[in-house]
T-cell receptor, first 114, second 114 residues
Framework: DQQVKQNSPSLSVQEGRISILNCDYT??????FLWYKKYPAEGPTFLIS?????DKNEDGRFTVFLNKSAKHLSLHIVPSQPGDSAVYFC?????????????FGKGTLLTVNP | DTGVSQDPRHKITKRGQNVTFRCDPI?????LYWYRQTLGQGPEFLTY????????KSRLLSDRFSAERPKGSFSTLEIQRTEQGDSAMYLC????????????FGSGTRLTVV
C-alpha cells in the first residue's frame, strides 16, 4: 500500500516558468512533510519541509503548500532553472513515533529545458 | 567534507554470495538509518539505530539481512546468500538529537546481484 503517492512520473517545463510537483498521502498520522531532490548516483538532498500546523512554507524559489483536508501537498519552483532538473521525492513522517522514519513517494523526474 | 560516507559505492556479486556495506555517519549524529531504493521506487525504510541500539527493523529486512552499529559509530549492513531481488541502492542517513527531521543521506551503495 502506497501511503505517499506521486502520480506524475515526469514533468517537463521551460526555463523561467513555474514547476508544480504534486504529492498525496493516505496516512492521517503523518504530520511532517519533506521534499528531497536527487541527482543520479547521489543520495537524496533535503530541499524544504512543512509541519502540519502550517499550510505554506517558502524558501527562496521553493514553496511547499499543504492541504490537510485533501491530504495533498505541492512543491512550487519559480522560476525554474535547468539545474533544477532532477528526481524530486515527497516524504512524510509521523512525529508521534520516536524514530522519525520517512515514507517516500516514487518520485517525479523534473526536466527544465533551456 | 564531514557528510555521510558509504563504502563501497558499487558492488557486483554473484547470487548466493555474502556482501557487507559500511556507513560512516556525521560524527555528532547519534541516529542512523538504512533505506533501500529499487528502480522506479522511492527509498524504503529498513532499520534505525539510536547510538548502538537497533530500535526498529522493517519487515523488508528478512533474516538474510543483518545490521550492526558497534559503539554507536559506523554501521554495517550485511546481506547473506544474496538474491537477484536484492539488487538496489542501499542508502544510509544520519541525524542528530534535536533535529528530528534533519536527515543527511550518503551517496549510497549500488548492489548488483548477477
Amino acid at each position: 500500500d502506497q501511503q505517499v503517492k506521486q502520480n506524475s512520473p515526469s514533468l517537463s517545463v521551460q526555463e523561467g516558468r513555474i514547476s508544480i510537483l504534486n504529492c498525496d498521502y493516505t496516512n492521517s498520522m503523518f504530520d511532517y512533510f519533506l521534499w528531497y531532490k536527487k541527482y543520479p548516483a547521489e543520495g537524496p538532498t533535503f530541499l524544504i519541509s512543512i509541519s502540519s500546523i502550517k499550510d505554506k512554507n517558502e524558501d527562496g524559489r521553493f514553496t511547499v503548500f499543504l492541504n490537510k483536508s485533501a491530504k495533498h501537498l505541492s512543491l512550487h519552483i519559480v522560476p525554474s532553472q535547468p539545474g533544477d532538473s532532477a528526481v524530486y521525492f515527497c516524504a512524510a513522517s509521523d512525529s508521534g513515533g520516536s524514530n522519525y522514519k520517512l515514507t517516500f513517494g516514487k518520485g517525479t523526474l523534473l526536466t527544465v529545458n533551456p | 567534507d564531514t557528510g555521510v560516507s558509504q563504502d563501497p559505492r558499487h558492488k557486483i556479486t554473484k547470487r548466493g554470495q555474502n556482501v557487507t556495506f559500511r556507513c560512516d555517519p556525521i560524527s555528532e549524529h547519534n541516529r542512523l538509518y538504512w533505506y533501500r531504493q529499487t528502480l522506479g521506487q522511492g527509498p524504503e525504510f529498513l532499520t534505525y539505530f539510536q547510538n548502538e541500539a537497533q530500535l526498529e527493523k522493517s519487515r523488508l529486512l528478512s533474516d538474510r539481512f543483518s545490521a550492526e552499529r558497534p559503539k554507536g559509530s559506523f554501521s554495517t549492513l550485511e546481506i547473506q546468500r544474496t538474491e537477484q531481488g536484492d539488487s538496489a541502492m542501499y542508502l544510509c542517513a544520519s541525524r542528530g538529537a534535536g533535529t528530528e527531521h534533519g536527515y543527511t543521506f550518503g551517496s549510497g551503495t549500488r548492489l548488483t546481484v548477477v
